[in-house]
């Protein structure tokens, strides 16, 4: 991750666990490489449109405000209510630019994918 990449524009992100059983009162929730999803220098989310901007990609942040670098995120805990059986986990979402001097405008598209261990 760049240290001097400033994330903008960021907006909320929400990942809800609804419904889980009650025997379950915790979850895991891990960010999974899939091909060119995650840049491997910047640890951020790649533009997954091709004639989109160039030199944007997306960050991750917690509720910390701390941006998560995804090629080494450890698993985010969440917290399943007792007596609703549901949790989520807050995040926020915005653009970032490794290289501000090759920044052109255009679509910015991402995605992540993710796992979930119940316990």
Request: proline share 4%; glycine share 10%.
């Amino acid at each position: 991750m760049l240290a001097d990449d400033t994330v903008i524009a960021a907006k909320p992100l929400s990942i809800s666990f609804s419904n889980c059983e009650p025997t379950v009162t915790t979850g895991t929730i891990a960010f999974v490489k899939d091909g060119d999803d995650i840049d491997p220098v910047t640890g951020y989310l790649t533009n997954a449109t091709s004639s989109g901007a160039k030199s944007v990609q997306i960050a991750l942040q917690g509720t910390d405000g701390v941006t998560m670098d995804l090629n080494t995120a450890a698993g985010i805990p969440v917290a399943i209510d007792a007596t609703t059986h549901d949790g989520s986990v807050a995040l926020t979402a915005g653009y970032v630019t490794p290289n501000k001097s090759e920044v052109t405008a255009g679509v910015v598209d991402g995605y992540v994918r993710f796992s979930v261990d119940y316990l």
